[in-house]
């Protein structure tokens, strides 16, 4: 069985059976078209009474080509990206732990009124 790079919609790949702990084997030449290593994380997809194996390196890839596509279509370069990254983390280090901000706040008031 070879698999090619012209794969279509829906593509018979082989037939599998399920382990006795509920693991089965994908074919050697499926994970090498895919680059699929062992332990690479798969999602798996319920449709109706059929299950779909995602590999979740190929919908990473897939995300980070959106994210990429996107800020360059809006022309936000690399460094103009990362020139906000102080800024926006302490932003959200301001919402998700008020307390540190809120004591520090209080502590430097304190010492000014002495």
Avoid: H, W
Avoid at 35 to 59: C, F, H, S, Y
Avoid at 83 to 89: D, G, I
């Amino acid at each position: 069985m070879e698999i090619t790079e012209n794969i279509s919609l829906i593509d018979y790949i082989t037939t599998t059976r399920l382990g006795e702990r509920g693991t089965m084997t994908l074919p050697k030449e499926y994970r090498d078209a895919v680059n699929l290593d062992t332990g690479a994380p798969m999602t798996m997809l319920r449709i109706g009474d059929g299950l779909l194996l995602v590999p979740e390196q190929k919908r990473f890839e897939q995300l980070c080509e959106s994210f990429s596509s996107r800020l360059e279509n809006a022309g936000i370069t690399e460094v103009a990206l990362q020139s906000t990254l102080p800024e926006v983390r302490e932003e959200l280090t301001r919402k998700r732990y008020p307390g540190l901000f809120e004591d520090t706040a209080t502590k430097t008031a304190a010492s000014g009124k002495r």
